[in-house]
């Protein structure tokens, strides 16, 4: 019998990092890729055997994937991510390119299992009140912002991938959150900003963000048991604006911000940074993509991906409560005396 490892893309991101800490605390081996100069190199855990490369070099992956006569599982989740709705061409060529050139290899090593990280983006949305299921072909049209579309084209490859012989699965993550993000992305920015006091306003929106700690259990277990061709969303509960504001400011100590402007002033809000954006020639955190990602109907179920693969999701509030704390100890906000840092 051969023995398993798991080659793991996106290492030394937010998601990766978790799942090769999980994967390792299983006692599997995992080889990851991780780009040479990523400033989070250092947040990989050391037993993992980390290869310097590029998904869009061939070269590159041919020395990833040289691991000699082993049963291998692929996770991939190196992508880039943009709030930005416009056609950037790095993104499509790591999101789209990266993936063509992963697949290209899977087929050539002929892996046991190949799993993608995609994102709930590239599902198209439903009216508001309709909940957000699986589906099983992807097109970029009809999806609106510019990574939505790379990650749908990557999915389709993937699902193409099947129809040729693969056995790949995709999960399909909502916003992720959690402690341990050193990257700062969105989540962790905005609750830096909320308790810095730098929010005035809110926008009339909705939240859904997946701790990554569950997220990276339910992509190992899709790795394990997903099934041939299966796509799982995995996100957690629906949280407004509103409900978010008050959160924080209970688990942060930071002043309230009552101020929730209507979804028409907030769209005029977002095309006139997108306009200042452009002219400045900077990135502009409230863009017209930005605010429609609060707009939209974030009301997705992953009552599949619970079944199937026994996903579980602790409450948003416990992971706040965690980022917060982690948010505090780095010293990126202040310490508060209230309930926040309390279990």
């Known amino acids: ?37 990523d400033p989070a190199l250092g947040h990989v855990p050391s037993e993992v055997t980390v290869v310097l490369g590029d998904i869009t ?17 692929v996770i991939h989740s190196a992508s880039i991510v943009t709030v930005s709705g416009d056609y950037n061409p790095n993104v499509h060529e790591v999101n789209v390119n990266g993936t063509r050139n992963m697949l290209k290899q899977a087929f050539a090593k002929k892996v046991k299992k190949f799993v993608y990280i995609s994102s709930t983006s590239a599902i198209p949305e439903l009216p508001n009140g309709q909940q957000i ?10 999806i609106i912002g510019f990574y939505g579309q790379t990650k749908a084209e990557a ?17 399909f993550p909502s916003g992720i959150c959690g402690p341990n993000d050193f990257a ?20 009339e929106g909705s939240f859904n963000a997946v701790d990554v700690r569950d997220l990276a259990a339910g992509c190992i277990a899709c790795a394990r048991k997903g099934g041939k061709g299966e796509t799982y969303i995995m996100s957690n509960e629906l949280v407004s604006m509103r409900e ?6 209970e688990l942060s100590g930071a002043k309230n911000v009552k101020t929730i402007l209507p979804a028409p002033l907030a769209r005029i809000l977002g095309k006139t940074s997108d306009i200042v954006g452009r002219l400045t020639k900077s990135q502009p955190r409230l863009t017209s993509f930005a605010v429609y990602n609060m707009l939209r109907n974030n009301n997705f179920s992953s009552e599949k991906a619970k079944r199937e693969l026994g996903y579980k999701v602790r409450p948003f509030r416990d992971t706040m ?3 917060i704390l982690w948010l505090q100890a780095e010293g990126k906000i202040a310490t508060s005396d209230l309930a926040a840092a309390k279990p």
């Open 321 to 323: 409560r965690d980022e």
């Open 184 to 203: 700062y992305g969105p989540v962790s920015t905005f609750v830096i900003d909320y308790a810095a006091g730098e929010m005035k306003a809110g926008i």
């Open 57 to 73: 070099v061939e070269a590159d992956l041919d020395r990833f994937f040289d691991v000699g006569d082993r049963d291998i599982y």
């Open 133 to 142: 299921k699986e589906v099983n072909s992807f097109s970029p049209q009809g």
């Open 1 to 37: 019998m051969k023995k398993k490892l798991f080659l793991l893309t996106g290492a030394a991101g937010l998601l990766g990092s978790n799942i090769s800490r999980q994967l390792i605390e299983q006692g599997e081996d995992v080889r990851a890729l991780v780009l040479e100069g």
């Open 155 to 171: 999915s389709q490859l993937v699902m193409d991938a099947v129809e040729q012989g693969l056995d790949a699965s995709i999960v």
């Open 244 to 249: 978010m504001f008050d959160l924080l400011s």
